[in-house]
């Protein structure tokens, strides 16, 4: 528990440097906001992908506003009761009817009492948070129907070039394909940003959080995964790799670095939920310069970098992605916004040697959609096939990821 005086100079410390931030660049997200008192805005993304400067977006919108920032070091000791003596300290000191935002909320064990009874007023509220499985946890039990969730990711090829003040242009891209979209690497240049990252995830949110013993292990196996996008894995595989005892333990430690976005596992595609339990999963990092600057192997194969590209576009449209492998394999199906089954194919060079296997997966993924259009999204090759009465665009994706309407 914090003394009212400590609290007050924290508040106004934070909201000067909120104040201050500079405004960024709009986040296509930002146009996804609206602000209700009926619900709680959940804002949550990895470390450093920029949650804090969206929320000085929003709040920069508005008439009044709380801020607090429960990762600050000088919060040690902040408990839930605490939570009483802010509200009566931001009403004091900045008026009524106020927006409240909490940075890194998941910090707060029971947060979400406060949250409801502030919901619950019709207070218009935003949080933030980098763990999924908290914040998830806590919403499912006092906020059950009460919030509205974003999901924020490091800069999309669109955001990147805004951000830089770049032209589209396979160049361009180039360069976004090897550096990703953090934006304080972006604007450092300096690989120890992203090595940094990794030792926050993995100490602060997953060490110190699980009480795990071995944090060197750990940052074996994270770096293991993202240096290894599109590749399948077994649990039982990654055990016996690193020499772990226990399956068990392997899930949970894929399930903390998933829940603190630095990766992602997709199933084979099944209609069985149970067969996509026991199939080998696929894995994708949360941005190519993350990986590439955390990991030696990682720059060796472009045509992974762009398959992780393109699954990180896909995951920002869609929540439900899968690979395909039946006779032949597909890289991506996933359900659109109207719930229907699509197809996509990632080459980097369609050429004589692969054109077989990767439009025989396609077209296999097709068949079982029963689609009769689809994609081969390439480096930089363009044209328009059509094999067994089923059309086949090539599209390079910087094109593609620049059309927010393609499928």
Partial sequence: MLDTDTLTEIIELQRDWISRLPEGIKREKFNEINLSPKFALIIS????????????????????????????????????????KCEEIFRNKYGENGIYFFDEIQNIPRWEIFIRYLVDKNNKVVITGSNASLLSKELGTRLTGRHIDITLFPFSFKEFLKYLNLKPSLNTFNRFLFDGGFPEFLKERNPLVL????????????????????????????????????????????????????????IDYISHFEDSYILFTIPRFSYSYKQQQVNNKKVYSIDNGFSLNNSVSFSKDKGRMLENSVFLELKRRYKEIFYFQEKNECDFVYKNKNGKMQAIQVCYNLNEENQDREING?????????????????????????IENKKIMLKPAWKWLLDKNSE
Avoid: H, W
């Fill in 362 to 386: 396609l077209v296999e993924a097709m068949n079982k959609f029963k689609l009769t259009r689809s994609l081969i999204i390439t480096m930089d090759q363009e044209d328009n096939l059509e």
């Fill in 195 to 250: 090595n940094e990252l990794i030792n926050d995830v993995v100490m602060r949110d997953i060490v110190n959080r699980f009480g795990i013993r071995n944090s060197s292990l750990l940052k074996k196996i994270a770096i293991f995964l993202i240096s290894n996008v599109g590749k399948e894995f077994s649990y039982n595989s990654i055990k016996k790799t690193f020499q772990i005892k226990s399956v068990q333990t392997v």
């Fill in 45 to 84: 993304g990895i470390r450093r992908c920029g949650k804090s400067t969206l929320l000085n977006q929003i709040l920069k919108n508005q008439e009044n506003f709380y801020y607090l920032n429960l990762e600050d070091p000088r919060m040690e000791g902040f408990g839930l009761k605490d939570f009483n």
